[in-house]
């Protein structure tokens, strides 16, 4: 039987026939982050091999400066679409400040703000890593984008999305209207849809905390922890412990499987370590478009009013059910 072909750029048109809501015009958009998705995976899948071909010093065979993984993974997204006319400004995870459109592009709609490859420290490793974006629409009044544009509460995305580069390279996003998986074919070098309308289990049996930080953390996080371990039949209990420390990974991971993620807040990071706006808000919005539920332990990730582009907070994400009970022993309602 010849399989149903199904490209970001036909899925896209099909939603927008099913839904009359939803535009299409990030059709392109998404298509372009998908070209630098390509980029990256194809130097993230050579990153082994640096060391045999002998160029791991300052210069690579061409004679040029030898790029740090992620800030090639930056300046790849950057230009995969800096020329496109649908942005009007871009913020990175790796740039102290909001990234301009080149003057010589016109500006357009959305802002883009993305974390080039996270969990790049385990790049040596061979452990999977990603790519976290997120658009907003422009809500500037002039013809360029401004911090404002970036600044808004999760709630206000139109679209968000990861790539891992894994066993395979997948992209994965959604536009307001549920959550689709596309596996990237190498052969063909395309992205073909193989998870149509992911839904994360509405509780899970798995926990990924590192639980190396447990004397730092604060009684109702330790006390949630336990209860995940003690033995309940009707639960479920013990849960499985399952932490790979590349966030992009251990979420893709929950959201398919069913479980729950936390990097709270302890004595040494007060307010979390992962970041608001590249990693909390996008993921927040896809897990909940998946039927999940991302907490910063008091209240909807997505409601945070930020401050600032590199805030962080804590993040409890994951199935509805299990997050909504984290929720009440960080609350030391329980
Ligand atoms: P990074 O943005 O510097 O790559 O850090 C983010 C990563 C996440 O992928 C992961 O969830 C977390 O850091 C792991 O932190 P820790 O080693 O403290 O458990
Ligand atoms: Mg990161």
Redesign the pocket.
């Known amino acids: 039987m010849v399989p149903k072909l199904v490209t970001i750029e036909r899925h896209i048109s099909e939603t927008q026939r099913k839904f009359p809501q939803a535009t299409g015009e990030f059709s392109a958009l998404l298509n372009d982050i998908a070209l630098a998705a390509k980029i990256i995976s194809r130097e993230v899948n050579k990153a082994g091999l640096v060391d045999v071909l002998g160029f791991t010093g300052e210069t690579n065979v061409h004679g040029e400066q030898v790029q740090k993984l ?1 800030e090639y993974a930056d300046a790849i997204v950057f230009k995969a679409l800096d020329h496109t006319g649908r942005l009007c400004v871009m913020a990175s ?1 790796e740039r102290e400040d909001i990234i301009p459109i080149p003057e010589k592009f016109p500006s357009g709609k959305y802002a883009l703000l993305y ?1 080039p ?6 790049i040596d490793a061979n452990v999977s ?2 790519t976290i974006f997120s658009i907003y629409r422009k809500i500037s009044g002039g013809e360029r984008g401004l911090l404002e544009d970036c600044l808004q509460k999760g709630v206000e995305q139109v679209a968000a999305g990861y790539v891992i580069y894994g066993s395979s390279t997948m992209l994965v996003f959604t536009t307001g209207n549920g959550v689709s998986g596309f596996t990237y074919d190498p052969s063909v070098g395309e992205f073909l849809l193989s998870h149509e309308n992911i839904k994360i289990p509405k509780r899970g049996k798995i926990y990924s905390v ?1 639980e ?2 447990y004397d730092r953390w604060d009684e109702g996080m330790k006390k949630y922890i336990t209860h995940l371990k003690q033995s309940d039949k009707e639960t479920n209990r013990p849960y499985s412990a399952r ?8 979420f893709h991971r929950n959201l398919l499987y069913g479980g729950i ?1 936390l ?1 709270p807040a302890d004595e040494k990071n007060p307010k979390g ?3 608001l706006m ?2 909390a808000n996008p993921l927040g919005f896809i897990v909940e478009q998946a039927g999940g539920y991302a907490s910063d332990g008091q209240r909807r990730v997505l409601e945070i009013e930020p401050e600032d582009i590199h805030q962080r907070t804590p993040l409890i994400i994951g199935s509805h059910d299990d997050v909504k009970e984290a929720e009440e022993f960080l609350q030391n309602k329980r």
Do not use: M, P, T
Not at 117 to 122: A, E, I, Y
């Open positions: 992620d995870e974390d490859l996270d969990g790049s420290s385990n890593i990603g590192n190396g930080y932490y790979i420390g590349s966030l992009v990974a251990d993620f990097y370590k992962l970041r590249y990693e």
